[in-house]
């Protein structure tokens, strides 16, 4: 009897010992399930080139467009001026001390960004590039626009269509040390040593640094030194839109021609009247949707930012990230006489 007592109390306490240890678990995960709600909104900053330039007003928008969609986040948008790589690691300091979520970064510079983007991800930070790459030590992964052989390719496409793939061009980029461009270029030279392209001619690379006023005198340069140019490809928004106005107020539009990666709402007057018959560009809407989806997922544990990963991000569709960390968001669109009326009143 004595035996049966002693077990009965023994099974007695083992029983209270487990409902003690699960009421423990159960209210130590209501209370880090409570201290989760009550956490607040996750914060994500774009670091934009530099503020003040359409296409990434644009950008702005789809980030915001995707906070809204995903809900209890916040967008926290800036950008130097002028577009310097100083200015941005200034900024991202005070985003570490802010302790945010994610940090979405155009690069000035791939490298010179890299110890201030290392030091971020050290604090908890996940750090993304979009439209111009860090280098890969310092951010997870990077979202491309589109694909770079592709740009490259479809920029001399362009313009060997627009004059007959015969004679002398240039290319007016933004800053020296952007990756983007930097590499667009590279991929722009790559083509032109095809056969079809034989009569086609680069004689000049110049940099506006991405600011309206330097980018018309290096294109009025261009006029200058090259009196039988043919034509001028500029892959960056300010550029193209700088150049467009060189040419009219030089006399001659429709006399060298011009391509490149334009804003629709910028460029729409100079493609309507033929300045520049055909230029590409991407949504810049879509990659700050992309650029913000993909960080929230990071920030949250949604996403691993890991190479292979298919993330599956809101109403871009999958997205895979590739063996070098490169996520490729789509592909570039043609603008031209037949649809720059319609999209120019979108962004």
């Known amino acids: 009897m004595r035996r049966l007592v002693i077990r009965a109390l023994s099974v007695f306490a083992a029983m209270m010992f487990v409902t003690a240890t699960f009421a423990f678990a159960n209210g130590q995960q209501q ?9 607040g909104p996750v914060k994500i900053a774009i670091r934009l080139k530099n503020l003040g330039t359409p296409f990434f007003d644009a950008v702005n928008v789809g980030a915001k467009e995707a906070a809204k969609q995903l809900g209890n986040v916040d967008i926290i948008s800036q950008g130097p001026s002028p577009p310097t790589a100083e200015g941005q690691i200034s900024i991202i300091q005070s985003l570490i001390a802010q302790k945010v979520g994610a940090i979405a970064i155009s690069a000035n510079d791939q490298n010179a960004l890299v110890p201030i983007a290392k030091k971020a991800m050290a604090a908890g930070i996940k750090v993304i590039s979009f439209d111009s790459a860090i280098a890969p030590a310092g951010r997870i992964l990077n979202i491309a626009d589109s694909s770079s052989p592709l740009i490259g390719q479809t920029q001399i496409e362009l313009m060997g269509k627009l004059i007959n793939n015969q004679g002398e061009i240039a290319i007016l980029s933004a800053s020296s040390t952007a990756t983007n461009q930097n590499t667009w270029i590279k991929y722009m030279k790559q083509e032109l040593q095809k056969p079809q392209y034989s009569g086609m001619k680069l004689v000049s690379v110049v940099y506006g640094n991405d600011l309206a006023d330097q980018s018309y005198r290096q294109a009025m340069g261009l006029f200058k030194k090259y009196p039988n140019l043919k034509g001028i490809i500029s892959p960056t928004t300010v550029g193209i839109a700088a150049t467009a106005k060189a040419l009219e107020d030089a006399g001659l539009a429709g006399k060298i021609q011009l391509t490149g990666l334009g804003l629709p709402s910028q460029m729409a007057k100079y493609i309507e009247d033929g300045t520049c018959k055909a230029m590409e560009l991407w949504n810049p809407i879509d990659l700050g949707y992309t650029a913000a989806y993909v960080s929230w997922g990071l920030a949250t544990g949604k996403f691993t930012g890991k190479p292979g990963e298919t993330m599956h991000v809101g109403r871009m569709g999958d997205i895979t990230i ?26």
């Open 31 to 39: 209370s880090s399930s409570s201290q989760s709600k009550s956490s």
């Open 322 to 347: 590739q063996s070098d960390g490169t996520a490729v968001m789509g592909k570039p669109f043609v603008f031209d006489k037949s649809n720059i009326a319609k999209y120019s009143k979108l962004f």
